[in-house]
């Protein structure tokens, strides 16, 4: 059944807030720059994906590289390895990809979109330790837009913190997490994130609604259900989760109330991923994987 694929909830469930935020928070979108998003991810999965998969195949009739190959048979072998049916599927984590700079990324030109997008999907083949992809792939292309352009941001606030909202995210998040089994990851973020918030509240002297508004940001669900949970780039083993996961939420809280970043949980993913390789050498365990048939890199 194609439902047993979680990708797909994911992709429903992304698509649906990108078009609520359309018609209910008065988002004002280029449709052409999220076409330019969507593209650049699907094209550059597609053709890196066809590229591995070609790499792997021992038979040397079917894809070489050498300086006696001819350059039509080599683009047919990738034309064939793109229509597999491997390929085909990793546009569905290229799509997610997709849908997350949609909900959270901004910018005025074409190229920062395109960049964000392709170099989202690249980080996948490029940033990998032991054939696993270490960054979450939305989250690099957020961090790179940032970082190499002068027109992309990030409105950590465009939900607001309208409870119903709360509510959707907490209930579609909870779909997701309950298939890949990753709510761990979520509550211990939350539990550390919250506590540290409630301990500098009370320290300030400050009330119990001031707390309750810093954890009622949809897009602080958001981030905590579905981009820190991807269950292919963060550590395998239970034990590295919880670690990773507070790790995460002690950085975020310093980033936000000492550097003041409003964008301080995307910086903080984006740091400690690479401790993501540490903690699998620490703590082992079998790897994620959405279909043990998938080739790596999907």
Known sequence: MIMQDTRNYQIIFLASFFFLGICTRDWTLQPLLIIAIALSCLITQWLLSSIVESANRKDESHFSLSTDAKPKFIINALISSGTSRNVLNSLRSAGITALGLCLLLRGNSYQTMILAGSLAI???????????????????????????????????????????????????????????????????????????????????????????????????????????????????????????????????????????????IFWALFITSPLTILLDMVWSAPRFSWNRKMVAGS
């Open 122 to 264: 690249a980080s996948k083949f490029l940033f990998r330790w032991r054939s696993k992809h270490f960054f979450n792939p939305a989250n690099f292309g957020i961090i790179a837009a940032l970082i190499l352009t002068n027109d992309a941001w990030v409105s950590p606030g465009q939900w607001g913190t309208d409870w119903w909202y709360l509510l959707l995210f907490a209930g579609t998040g909870g779909v997701v997490l309950k298939k890949v089994g990753r709510w761990d990851t979520s509550v211990a973020f939350f539990l550390t994130y919250a506590g540290l918030e409630a301990l500098r509240d009370f320290w300030l002297g400050w009330s119990g609604d001031v707390w309750l508004h810093q954890l009622s940001s949809g897009s602080l669900l958001l981030f905590a259900l579905f981009m820190l949970t991807d269950p292919r780039s963060i550590p395998n083993a239970l034990a590295g989760r919880l670690l990773w996961a507070i790790a995460i939420a002690i950085l975020t809280f310093i980033l936000q109330n000492y550097f003041y970043l409003s964008t301080a």
